[in-house]
DNA sequence: GAGGCACCTGATAT
DNA sequence: AATATCAGGTGCC
């Protein structure tokens, strides 16, 4: 018999443009968050299961503690009181909910064009602040694959090695696994056999060598600005092109590990350091680059390191302190999980819903309804189901505005 | 420093 | 149906 302890649901008023779940939690950011039922998501964080459910004026969420069997001699007083006011805050420590941010949005749309014509149809899309030992080991899964297969792969490393924390209906939800959790010697081979592929080796390496440095080693590369939840914040020194002092010797520590290169230390120093500045160039972002910002001619014809850091110091000078995040939105808005489906982006106004589709620069509304068919004829039988019902309102919603149009 | 290739795997496109 | 390409790159020559 396992002896569980349910929290209560509670809610934290947050409108859907400060923060949106269904886009945050599945950008590619954050590897473990599962679907729990239609609505909520849920993920085994700090020794507890989180769930989140979110409507258009309140973020809702709901704890679910394992409970010792083995009475200790003297149990800990856990009133629930305690418990929640301690879930409150990993939340917002978690969500990172501090920043406004329609200003954020607002000061990167100013002082860029492309940014302004993009973000309106991803608000809410914001920053987490992650595990950096997860984020390492998940950005370190993510070389050459896809989103799907590295949330698999997490699932794979939680299940084998990290700690049972309780289960939600039959679905069981498992933390991370520590460094030294992934150092035993048959780890390598094990999770060939689970289809790392040749990831497995630098896992293996890395955990080898962060279970090996002293302990606190990866938070003590923390933007001392966003330190762990408990620590007052300090200041991070000045910005300069290139990124703080702090950020670059994190970035430079974390590329001496096995599978860590320039596009992975920079995932982990913005999300799992807190370092605002770091910008990411992938696939996607050199893809922005060339497409919306002149790059892919000249010295910068391929993205070899100098580029990397070419376009990476021109998303900063251009964007600032928190570039990484204004890129991450544009990011989002160019992946293809979100491509030609409604945005999670319900706007209310006098009780009338307002659907929104993305490709915005599509400016003449009765091309919106073919664009939103020929995107479904593109989606995988998966995605499909998913999201169908989305698309249809889509399309119904589309429907309504040429009606409008005809009409005016 | 820059260029070029191999690298695991599973899904999707052709 | 077999084969190429793609997916949030990195290591090594």
């Given at each position: 018999m396992i002896h569980i302890r349910i929290g209560d649901w509670h809610k934290l008023p947050v409108s859907l443009s400060e923060l949106c779940i269904n886009t945050t939690l599945r950008c590619?950011?954050?590897f473990r968050w599962k679907k729990?039922?239609?609505?909520e998501w849920s993920m085994a964080l700090h020794g507890r299961i989180l769930s989140l459910r979110q409507d258009s004026e309140y973020l809702h969420y709901r704890a679910i503690f394992p409970k010792p069997t083995?009475?200790?001699p003297t149990p800990p007083p856990s009133n629930s009181e305690v418990d929640e006011d301690d879930t409150l805050a990993l939340i917002k420590h978690y969500l990172n909910l501090e920043p406004n941010l329609a200003d954020l949005y607002a000061q990167w749309a100013s002082a860029d064009p492309n940014f302004k014509k993009k973000a309106p149809n991803f608000t809410g899309v914001r920053i987490l602040k992650q595990d950096a030992w997860e984020a390492l080991i998940g950005f370190i899964c993510s070389s050459n694959n896809n989103i799907s297969r590295i949330s698999q792969m997490v699932e794979k490393l939680c299940v084998h090695y990290g700690p049972l924390i309780g289960h939600i209906g039959t679905q069981a939800y498992h933390d991370f696994p520590s460094p030294s959790a992934l150092t035993g010697p048959k780890v390598e081979q094990h999770l060939r056999q689970l289809g790392f592929g040749y990831r497995a080796g630098y896992i293996y390496q890395t955990a080898v060598a962060v279970a090996q440095k002293e302990k606190g080693w990866l938070d003590a590369l923390r933007n001392p600005e966003s330190p762990v939840l408990g620590i007052d914040p300090k200041p991070a020194g000045e910005m300069i092109e290139g990124g703080r002092d702090g950020y670059r010797r994190a970035h430079e520590e974390l590329l001496?590990?096995?599978?860590?290169g320039p596009k992975v230390a920079d995932c982990v120093c913005l999300m799992?350091?807190?370092?605002?500045?770091s910008v990411p160039v992938d696939t996607h972002v050199w893809q922005i680059a060339q497409r919306?910002?002149?790059?892919?001619?000249?010295?910068?014809?391929?993205?070899?390191k100098a580029t990397y850091d070419a376009v990476a110091n021109k998303f900063r000078s251009l964007w600032g302190k928190e570039a990484g995040w204004a890129h991450s939105v544009l990011f989002t808005a160019d992946l293809k999980t979100f491509s030609g489906r409604l945005v999670a982006k319900v706007e209310v106004k006098d009780e009338v819903k307002i659907l929104k589709t993305e490709n915005?620069?599509?400016?003449?509304?009765?091309t919106i309804t073919e664009t939103a068919v020929v995107s479904v004829k593109k989606k995988t039988k998966r995605e499909f189901e998913e999201e169908e019902e989305q698309v249809l309102k889509v399309e119904e919603t589309t429907t309504r505005k040429s009606k409008r149009r005809k009409i005016t």
């Open positions: 590619g950011q954050s729990s039922s239609e609505d083995n009475s200790l001496a590990l096995k599978g860590v799992g350091l807190g370092w605002g500045e919306d910002y002149k790059f892919g001619k000249g010295k910068n014809s391929s993205l070899t915005e620069g599509l400016v003449k509304e009765e």
